[in-house]
Each structure stands twice: as structure tokens, then as C-alpha cells.
């Protein structure tokens, strides 16, 4: 069975330091999106950013940078300039072989304080 | 009325009893998923509708859950003789297209007693 694996459940950081999320994945498949999501107490899931495989460019939105290293089948999730409204449960996942559902990891969950 | 929205809110139901879970998808989008997710976990995969088709109910647990989307856009998802192990949110998402990303609803807090 695919896996994704998060192997941080939780993690600290102070406002405006640089934190960075892990996440591992299997899959046999060559091309495919992997994405992070952000979960907030109010439990919306929200896209924070994605990554296509076939791209070797490392994906970036504003603050939010990954690190893609596809042979070691490795996704990690940079927060630059930490805020305090990116407190939350960040999720990673990939999709399942057959395209029909997402996989996710276990979670971590990030505290920024003041 | 941009986003995926689900009701209700919160589901307190007794062991034993009939649920159903309303998600009502971003307008054209045509892949439709529920999920799971208990305390602490990761979001699990339940189902997925192409349209008016489950072209993937893999997820489900057993048959005492089941969902429907009719004419391809509301979806309801019904737990019969629901059980304590029920207890969890569930979510549903939407996609233009199958792979695409997946926008999700604020989710059901479901809690059976």
C-alpha cells in the first residue's frame, strides 16, 4: 500500500524564524502532484502549495517554499518568515495509484509563537 | 457561494441510529471525495464520484456506509446503524478533474453516543 510519511508530529518556531516540515512518499507512478495542506483549528483543509513531479523546479508561493528530491521520493515544506496565523496541522500528500484519492500523512503539527 | 460546503455542521447521534451527511461541491467541478478523519490523524479516503458514478468506493468500511450523488453535484453520504467507532469528521472534497487539487468543505464533526 502507498504511504506518506511525516515523521515530525510537532514542532516549535518564533515569529519570523524559517521552519522546515518533512514528508516521505512511496509510489510507482512517474508523474503526479504532491501538495501540502494546512489545517487551522477551525478545520479547513487549505492548499498551501503543490508540486509536479515531472518539474524539477522547486515549487514556491510567497513565504511558502518545498524541497523535491524525487529519487528519494522526499517533499519537504519550507515556512519562511514564521507568522502566527501559520499555526496549524500541515498535511502532506500524494495521490493514490489510480489517481481517485489523496493520501495523506500523519500530520505535523506547527506552533509559532511571539 | 465560492467553496465546498457540508452540513451539518456537528452530528451528535445514539448508537444504532440513521446519519446523513450533506456536501454540496464547487459549481463544475465533477470529481466529487468524502474522507475521514479521526483525532490526531491524517484525512482518510472513503470514496470518490466521477459525475454521478462512486468510480472508487474502495475506502468505505463496510457496508453499512454508503453515498450517492444523484445528478452530479450535491452528494450525500448515509451511515446506517451508526457505531461509537464511527465518531470522526468527515470531510468532502471537490476537483475540476480527477488529479487535480482538492478543494475541501469545512467538514462534519460526527459523535456518536
Known amino acids: 500500500a502507498q504511504t506518506v510519511t511525516q515523521s515530525q508530529p510537532e514542532m516549535s518556531v518564533q515569529e519570523a524564524e524559517t521552519v522546515t516540515l518533512s514528508c516521505t512518499y512511496d509510489t510507482s507512478e512517474n508523474n503526479y502532484y504532491l501538495f501540502w495542506y494546512k489545517q487551522p483549528p477551525s478545520r479547513q483543509m487549505i492548499l498551501v502549495i503543490r508540486q509536479e513531479a515531472y518539474k524539477q523546479q522547486n515549487a514556491t508561493e510567497n513565504r511558502f517554499s518545498v524541497n523535491f528530491q524525487k529519487a528519494a521520493k522526499s517533499f519537504s515544506l519550507k515556512i519562511s518568515d514564521s507568522q502566527l496565523g501559520d499555526t496549524a496541522m500541515y498535511f502532506c500528500?500524494?495521490?493514490?495509484?489510480?489517481?481517485?484519492?489523496?493520501?495523506f500523512g500523519k500530520g505535523t503539527t506547527l506552533s509559532v509563537s511571539s | 457561494g465560492a467553496g465546498v460546503s457540508q452540513t451539518p455542521s456537528n452530528k451528535v447521534t445514539e448508537k444504532g441510529k440513521y446519519v446523513e451527511l450533506r456536501c454540496d461541491p464547487i459549481s463544475g467541478h465533477t470529481a466529487l471525495y468524502w474522507y475521514r478523519q479521526s483525532l490526531g490523524q491524517g484525512p482518510e479516503f472513503l470514496i470518490y464520484f466521477q459525475g454521478t458514478g462512486a468510480a472508487d468506493d474502495s475506502g468505505l468500511p463496510n457496508d453499512r456506509f454508503f453515498a450517492v450523488r444523484p445528478e452530479g453535484s450535491v452528494s450525500t453520504l448515509k451511515i446506517q446503524r451508526t457505531e461509537r467507532g464511527d465518531s470522526a469528521v468527515y470531510l468532502c472534497a471537490s476537483s475540476l478533474k480527477r488529479g487535480n487539487e482538492q478543494f475541501f468543505g469545512p467538514g462534519t464533526r460526527l459523535t456518536v453516543l
Open positions: 500528500a500524494s495521490p493514490n495509484q489510480a489517481g481517485t484519492a489523496l493520501i
